[in-house]
């Protein structure tokens, strides 16, 4: 069973506010990602990363940092929040080898910036 | 680059009903298919995928998926549908060439399906 973890599951703050999203996995992955959604909207890959102290920008650009300090840990941050980045935040992960073709999804963070 | 094109944002069907949600994408090199399903406030889960061989792929809670190389295409498939089907279907592709885009997902933009009793 994939045990991917996001939190918090929703979290409403004020213009100018600094958030860090928090995802957790438990399965040893290397590969982990972050994607944003929104509504009636297909997922953009923002940040991903291959391992321990590798992180890339993905394909969708954004204003957010993430860290990879620690394998199963991969955390977004937004120093300033705006309106802009009110939307679902998903974190993924996939293994190696004949694992590394199935991604595994947490719940999601939405986020509203007021 | 690759792109996904799901054809239909929303589906509505009766239950019991037949249901096709058509995806196609566009790819330079080849490349694996997915499609995940994602339930209201909750993240998305694999429903199948196709790697390679047979084209017929089944996967969980009896979808189906058949890829068609020549039409580019990725359909899924369900011979009787249940209310609890009723979800955001997103297709997606990964290309299998290396790279910096090795292990990437593109997603198509999702459709709505919505089974009425």
């Known amino acids: 069973e994939a045990d991917i973890y996001q939190t918090p599951r929703y979290l409403v703050i004020g213009t100018g506010k600094k958030i860090t999203l928090e995802c957790s996995q438990t399965?040893?992955?290397?590969?982990m990602y972050w994607y944003q959604q929104d509504p009636g909207m297909e997922l953009h890959l923002i940040h991903y990363?291959?391992?321990?102290?590798?992180?890339e920008k993905g394909d969708l650009s954004s204003e957010s940092t993430v860290s990879r300090i620690r394998t199963e840990h991969f955390p977004l941050t937004l120093e300033s929040a705006r309106p802009s980045h009110t939307s679902q935040y998903l974190c993924?992960?996939?293994?190696?080898?004949?694992?590394?073709?199935?991604?595994?999804f947490g719940p999601g963070t939405r986020l509203t910036v007021t | 680059a690759q792109s996904v094109t799901q054809l239909d944002s929303q589906v509505p069907v009766f239950e019991e009903a037949p249901v096709e949600l058509r995806c196609n994408y566009s790819?330079?090199?080849?490349?694996?298919l997915f499609w995940y399903v994602q339930y209201p406030n909750q993240g998305l889960q694999l429903l199948l995928k196709?790697?390679?061989?047979?084209?017929l792929v089944k996967g969980i809670n009896g979808f189906e998926a058949e890829f068609n190389k020549s039409q580019t295409s990725f359909h899924l498939r369900k011979p009787s549908v249940h209310i609890s089907d009723t979800a955001e279907y997103f297709c997606?592709?990964?290309?299998?060439?290396?790279?910096?885009?090795?292990?990437?997902?593109?997603f198509g933009q999702g459709t709505i399906l919505t089974v009425h009793p």
């Open positions: 196709y790697l390679s061989g047979s084209t």
């Open positions: 399965m040893g992955h290397d590969k």
């Open positions: 990363s291959y391992g321990v102290n590798s992180t």
């Open positions: 790819s330079s090199v080849s490349v694996y």
């Open positions: 997606a592709v990964r290309t299998n060439a290396g790279g910096t885009s090795y292990g990437k997902l593109t």
């Open positions: 993924a992960s996939s293994g190696t080898g004949q694992f590394s073709y199935e991604q595994y």
